[in-house]
């Protein structure tokens, strides 16, 4: 167990993790001059027989047939006593200092600085000097100094072989440390973890960093998404597709969700074994987790949609009204019915003018509505939130507007702007067809101190106050993450980090910057934020002053039609300064049962 940065050696208050650890068989290490070593790490749990010897320092005795599970640490602690600051009657401000000037502090400090350097050779040296001093090492020093190790391991080999050198010292190094962790009896904990999964994978062992992950879900470590990147990542460099597979599948379990480059990966994966009906589920779950895809996703659909394998793959004639209830059922802009069509696919990269009809195959793309199955687990995960604002936007409401009113203050501006909120204020004010004053949220400490002390600013207040356009947050909690509920709106409206919303009757949102959902909610306002993006009025501030950015008629995600066609839009240009670049797949049409029997 750790208390501070000092470690206690009774092996009665050995945590079970540690315990887990102890029973884990680690072999034999090379010398330090061998070029080649074993495989350090056995974590399959019938494998107990391998044994452990620590070459460079004998600080313990091992049963050599049976490995860490029998061994016999000192009873005299290693930590360097001399080296704990007497910090009985000091100051916070002292003992603070106490603890950066300690041999540990300036240690943290050092190893620090060569992480962020990725200065490798510098790290090991401090390690070897720490363990020779007697310096105990705390987590954090471990995980440093696996970081660096494992970011080596990873990085290209340059022209001059340096950073491959690095590299075969930090896989060898990195091991040792993390042997030496356990050793030490030092908690790991998910960095330590993702550092050694690297490590693995450097060494060509994406199997021992899946086993990694498993085990900290087991141990009640949660995984994160850089947790699985090894694993995936190796098992997609080799082309295996069940353990990618199993690996992807294991993240749902955990409850965690992949971005694009995991999902890049396992896209050209998918297309290499000519998996098609995988590179369907992936293509909408872009669509569904990404919606706008970067240069070299682009190419991976590109080369899929250029290949044999999508010529060959499709349904010749396919039912229009399952398509359709498909459509509708999904809010529009996908079916998930599958490859329609068949045939060689024309693809090219084009463009979407401002009436949302492709320029290549003239198709036009539509705005896509929520989910309903996603609007109702949306409503019901917030229904308790909204029950508390309800009543107050009954008495006050209905607006046609609801302004983020810090983060509107604060666009281009160092200090919060009322007169710039108010612009805002009064020209959505001007937009609406009622030309009501739009709601205006601010947190309750934007308008009882600071600028709101000054009595224009004041007087400002008092009048979105008496108008009942005022809606202050209590303290404590969070004005970028509030949910409105409003009759008139037909469902939730929520008030993320720097962006206005207006009511959909208007079919005008105005967003600052991209949307980014509150922690706790994120999964049930993921299928939300599709509706938002359709509405988004960008705000951007010049000379000329403030500008409202009007939103395209279609929304700028992958979009599935009815008759099979694909639109992939792209991060390149954001239609202001360059217009988006997006990828078209079409073929020739083809007779559905629908025209069939229509004749």
């Known amino acids: 167990m750790l208390r501070g940065n000092f470690l206690t050696p009774s092996l009665i208050r050995t945590s079970p993790f540690l315990t887990f650890l102890s029973k884990i068989s680690l072999p034999l290490m090379h010398q330090s001059n061998c070029h080649t070593y074993r495989s350090l790490l056995c974590w399959h749990m019938h494998s107990f027989t391998k044994p452990i010897t620590d070459i460079k320092q004998n600080?313990?005795?091992?049963d050599l047939t049976t490995g860490l599970c029998t061994l016999a640490f000192s009873k005299k602690s290693t930590v360097n006593e001399s080296s704990a600051p007497n910090t009985g009657t000091m100051s916070n401000k002292s003992k603070k200092k106490a603890r950066r000037e300690s041999p540990e502090g300036v240690l943290r400090h050092k190893l620090d600085m060569c992480s962020k350097r990725g200065d490798v050779f510098e790290a090991l040296r401090l390690y070897d000097d720490a363990r020779s001093n007697g310096i105990t090492l705390s987590q954090h020093h471990y995980n440093v100094l696996l970081y660096v190790c494992s970011c080596k391991c990873g990085s290209e080999s340059s022209e001059n072989g340096d950073r491959e050198n690095d590299s075969n010292l930090g896989l060898k190094r990195g091991f040792e440390i993390f042997q030496q962790m356990i050793t030490d009896k030092v908690d790991p904990n998910e960095a330590t973890f993702t550092s050694v999964a690297r490590l693995a994978v450097a060494k060509e062992d994406p199997e021992m960093a899946f086993d990694l992950v498993k085990q900290m879900k087991s141990f009640g470590i949660p995984p994160k998404l850089r947790s699985y990147g090894p694993a995936l990542f190796g098992f997609c460099k080799l082309g295996n597709t069940d353990k990618a597979y199993e690996v992807d599948a294991h993240m749902g379990e955990s409850g965690v969700v992949p971005e694009e480059p995991e999902l890049s990966a396992l896209l050209k994966l998918s297309v290499d074994a000519k998996k098609v009906d995988k590179v369907y589920e992936i293509l909408h779950r872009l669509r569904t987790l990404v919606r706008q895809v970067s240069e070299s996703t682009f190419k991976i659909i590109k080369d899929w949609f250029d290949s044999v394998d999508a010529a060959e793959i499709g349904v010749l004639n396919w039912d229009v009204s399952k398509v359709r209830e498909g459509i509708v059922r999904g809010g529009g802009g996908w079916h998930g019915q599958g490859w329609l069509g068949s045939g060689k696919w024309r693809v090219e990269r084009t463009q979407i003018d401002e009436n949302g009809v492709c320029c290549s195959c003239n198709?036009?793309?539509?705005?896509?509505?929520?989910?309903?199955?996603?609007?109702?687990?949306?409503?019901?995960?917030?229904?308790?939130?909204?029950?508390?604002?309800?009543?107050?936007?009954?008495?006050?409401?209905?607006?046609?507007?609801?302004?983020?009113?810090?983060?509107?203050?604060?666009?281009?501006?160092h200090n919060f702007s009322f007169y710039q909120l108010n612009t805002v204020v009064n020209r959505l004010r001007q937009m609406s067809p009622s030309k009501r004053m739009p709601l205006v949220i601010l947190?309750?400490?934007?308008?009882?101190?600071?600028?709101?002390?000054?009595?224009?600013?004041?007087?400002?207040?008092d009048i979105w106050r008496d108008a009942g356009a005022l809606y202050t947050t209590p303290p404590g909690s969070n004005d970028d993450c509030y949910l409105l509920y409003n009759d008139d709106m037909h469902g939730y409206l929520p008030e993320v980090c720097s962006h206005l919303y207006l009511q959909t009757t208007l079919s005008?949102?105005?967003?600052?910057?991209?949307?980014?959902?509150?922690?706790?909610?994120?999964?049930?306002?993921?299928?939300?934020?599709?509706?938002?993006?359709?509405?988004?009025?960008?705000l951007s501030v010049s000379r000329d002053g403030l500008n409202l950015l009007m939103p395209p008629p279609y929304s700028i995600v992958i979009q599935e039609s009815e008759n099979g066609s694909w639109h992939v839009p792209t991060i390149t240009g954001d239609d202001l300064e360059a217009p988006r670049q997006w990828l078209c797949a079409t073929r020739a049409r083809v007779k559905s049962l629908h025209s069939l029997f229509s004749n």
């Not at 509505?369 to 917030?382: G, K, M, Q, V």
């Not at 934007?446 to 400002?460: E, F, H």
């Open 59 to 62: 600080r313990f005795s091992a």
């Open 363 to 413: 198709e036009r793309l539509v705005c896509i509505d929520i989910d309903p199955r996603e609007t109702e687990n949306f409503a019901s995960s917030l229904s308790n939130l909204a029950c508390q604002r309800e009543e107050w936007l009954g008495r006050h409401g209905p607006f046609d507007a609801v302004i983020d009113g810090a983060n509107v203050g604060l666009v281009n501006q």
């Open 443 to 461: 947190h309750k400490g934007r308008v009882s101190g600071g600028p709101a002390q000054i009595p224009k600013n004041k007087k400002l207040l």
């Open 508 to 538: 005008l949102v105005s967003l600052i910057d991209d949307v980014r959902c509150c922690t706790d909610l994120e999964k049930a306002m993921m299928e939300f934020v599709f509706f938002i993006n359709n509405l988004q009025i960008r």
